[in-house]
């Protein structure tokens, strides 16, 4: 029943670290490349390349049928998606099932329902997960003011048939509210014909929390803790790190029950990450969504862990049951993961890809470094810019921090500019150091203060 | 189809996946240098192209016909048929079929001419860009 030989349908260092995963499993690996990374880390280190198409994502990595029709006549049974490209698009597993093939992830149907926002919101509402405070239609300023009142400011008024901000407008108080009606309203209806509002509680400084889960698909559900990656730019996720050290341990047992109330409600399988809101002035957390495979991030979790997730991913798709109770799971220490790009931080983060000439990793005590980088390797244009994630351990945050800063500083890339400069300048502000950042921080006081001093 | 027009479909390939590259995202120009390859691609509003004012490179020789095409695949699939050696094909005329997930779809010849090799087994997985056959063109 367990997999046999293992379909990687992914690139760059998660292909790496599935195919590491399969192999420590004793398992055979057929990776899928397109024409732009036949020469790759994964490559080399699995047992069978297939060439999908060109470099192009959307006639490659994207194509569903080409990935499992690649899968099926090279002999595979089981089919990891890695994340990003065709991760969680459930016609992926649906192809899978038709051709006999275990896909590691969930469900299609469940990846299908959690994919949908408002079907997801109201399945984590029916499992009593907190979802943020907001109204149904408001049709009066009247009507404003008093769901404002009810719900706290600052709320935003938003238009029903909305998206991309228009028809959204910031009210602090019950006047602004009543005002804020009339002006949201107008720009709804000039913007799309309907002038239907409601209204939702803002968090102006909010950190972004989240669940590792991992379900044996009969509703059995384990947490591997939670991580806090709120240094972000523009919703990108730059620093994340476990556990989150600014909540409070009463709040954090409510989230994890939360994530795990969700995640068995639909008999989740395999690994999955409950996303919330936390609104740290006033101790509360919401639920965002659900993300239906491993994430970029899941190396803290392993960390504070000592649990491997992928393998486990592999082993439940197999057929396995979980190999850990959440009594098994022990969590200590603190884990700190920085996202490396080639991106040019002065332009814009202005992908840069092109070829790697000098490569001289950090190394030394709680220091894990996943990348498919070496010197001479290739950053190819068309794909994302990630050339690995540096992630350390330490007994607690300030351990961690201090060893992050001393593997940043031996962190030597040369060929193309990367955003180790700038997580130098993350790791050693003020603000990091005593844990006073929120999602806005970076784009709101960290990088005005550099394009100051820059200037 | 002779080496060089090999690094010409890799070109157009490239071209291709930047450009798609391009219109997803916020930029207005896009300038990549990689290797001997060298792109530069705008949107209206983009920058002055880099490449224009640079000393023009020394005319080449222009590449020899070949009158034998090599026949590639345009994706990783099955080879469900193939004509047969000897055939002669007309521009447009199927000269065989691929099979995805038991899809069959069929390769037409792009110029008319005899098949002269067979290069890949019928019932292999063919990946991109691995040959299948020669085309020997009609003069």
């Known amino acids: ?279 740290v002035a006033r101790q509360e957390f919401y639920f965002i969504e659900v993300n239906a495979r491993i994430q970029v991030e899941h190396p803290v979790s392993e960390m504070i862990s000592g649990f491997d997730l992928v393998q486990e991913q592999i082993r439940i798709a197999g057929g396995a049951g979980l190999s850990v109770s959440q009594t098994q799971v022990k969590l200590s220490g603190h884990a700190i993961e920085c996202r490396i790009n080639a991106e040019d931080v002065a332009r814009d983060f202005q992908p840069s890809p092109g070829r790697i000439t000098k490569w001289q990793p950090p190394e030394g005590q709680g220091v894990r470094l996943d990348s498919h980088m070496s010197a001479g390797a290739m950053i190819p244009p068309f794909y994302d810019s990630m050339v690995g994630k540096l992630i350390v351990y330490g007994k607690d945050r300030a351990e961690a921090i201090s060893r992050l800063a001393v593997a940043l500083d031996s962190f030597v890339v040369e060929g193309v500019p990367t955003t180790i400069g700038l997580h130098r300048q993350i790791v050693a502000h003020p603000d990091f150091i005593e844990n006073r950042i929120h999602t806005r921080w970076l784009e709101q006081v960290l990088l005005p203060q550099i394009g100051k001093k820059a200037a | 189809m002779t080496g060089k027009t090999d690094a010409a479909a890799v070109a157009i390939n490239n071209a291709r996946a930047l450009l798609g590259t391009l219109l997803a995202s916020s930029f207005q120009d896009m300038h990549v240098v990689s290797g001997d390859m060298e792109i530069f691609l705008a949107r209206p509003a983009g920058g002055a192209n880099p490449m224009r004012g640079q000393a023009a490179p020394a005319p080449t020789e222009a590449a020899p016909l070949g009158k034998d095409t090599l026949i590639k695949a345009p994706h990783v699939a099955t080879l469900f048929t193939t004509a047969a050696l000897g055939d002669r094909v007309s521009a447009g005329q199927e000269i065989a079929t691929l099979s995805v997930l038991d899809e069959q779809f069929p390769l037409l010849a792009a110029i008319a001419g005899t098949i002269v090799g067979i290069k890949s087994a019928v019932g292999s997985l063919i990946e991109f860009d691995q040959p299948l056959l020669l085309l020997r063109q009609i003069e």
Request: hydrophobic letters at 45%.
């Open chain 1, 1 to 279: 029943m367990s997999i046999k030989r293992l379909f990687v349908a992914n690139r760059g260092e998660i292909a790496l670290r599935i195919v590491r995963a399969a192999q420590s499993l004793g398992i055979e690996t057929v990776l899928a490349v397109s024409a732009a990374d036949i020469d790759s880390a994964a490559g080399r280190l699995a047992d069978r390349t297939v060439v999908l198409g060109p470099p192009s994502a959307a006639k490659s990595y994207l194509d569903p049928r080409l990935v499992v029709h690649a899968a099926r006549e090279t002999g595979c049974d089981g089919l990891h998606p890695g994340y990003g490209f065709l991760s969680e698009r459930a016609i992926l597993p649906r192809l899978c099932a038709d051709h006999g093939i275990a896909f590691v992830g969930p469900e299609p149907d469940v990846i299908d329902a959690l994919g949908d926002k408002l079907r997801a919101r109201a399945m984590a509402h029916a499992a009593g997960v907190p979802l943020v405070p907001g109204s149904d239609c408001v049709a009066t300023a009247a009507d404003a003011r008093r769901e404002g009142d009810r719900i706290g400011y600052p709320v935003l008024l938003k238009a029903s048939a909305g998206g991309g901000g228009r028809g959204m407008v910031l009210a602090n108080n019950g006047d602004e509210a009543e005002a804020g009606f009339h002006r949201a309203s107008a720009e709804a209806v000039a913007a799309f014909g309907d002038g239907t509002l409601f209204m939702e509680r803002f968090v102006p400084q909010a950190r972004h929390v989240e669940v590792q889960l991992m379900g044996d698909g009969k509703g059995q559900v384990v947490h591997f803790g939670e991580r806090d990656c709120s240094v972000q730019r523009r919703y990108q996720k730059l620093v994340e790190e476990a556990p989150c050290a600014a909540m409070p341990d009463h709040l954090r047992a409510q989230l994890h029950a939360s994530a795990v109330a969700l995640a068995a409600s639909v008999n989740y399988r395999n690994a999955g990450t409950a996303e919330f809101l936390f609104d």
